[in-house]
């Protein structure tokens, strides 16, 4: 299955910037935040990293911040102008709610290829105050 691409126009060093800034801004401090929670001993930690490449307006948008929400809620066709649509667009909504209807239910996220365990620190190395 081929992932869709930002276009020649959203290439680059455009790209990279926006990949560095998704990294540092996002990426980062929610791996943190996941590592404080398994810290507390509480409730099981469930993290995801949502890559959908939206392909309207040349690819532009790349995996905007909320742009999985149509998906998990089975309801794409609601923010088709901003995350497209068609066959890969309706497989992978179809995957994601039916991965968030267990979590919601039980707690526990759930579905076909999903890994099952939640976020530890089992087999991640301490590199100053983070596991890498």
């Not at 959203?10 to 990294?23: A, E, P, Q, T």
Request: aromatic residues 12%.
């Amino acid at each position: 299955m081929e992932k869709p691409r930002a276009s020649k126009w959203c290439s680059g060093l455009f790209v990279f910037s926006c990949l560095i800034y998704i990294d540092t801004i996002i990426r980062l401090p929610m791996k943190h935040l996941s590592e404080n929670k398994v810290s507390q001993h509480g409730a099981p930690v469930y993290a995801y990293m949502f890559t959908w490449d939206a392909p309207v307006m040349g690819g532009v948008f790349l995996s905007y911040h909320t742009a999985e929400i149509p998906f998990v809620l089975h309801h794409i066709e609601a923010g088709a102008n901003h995350i497209g649509s068609g066959k890969e667009a309706k497989r992978l909504e179809t995957e994601m709610s039916q991965a968030w209807i267990p979590f919601a239910r039980t707690g526990q996220p759930s579905a076909k290829g999903l890994p099952s365990a939640a976020f530890s620190f089992a087999g991640k190395v301490r590199c100053g105050n983070s596991y890498l």
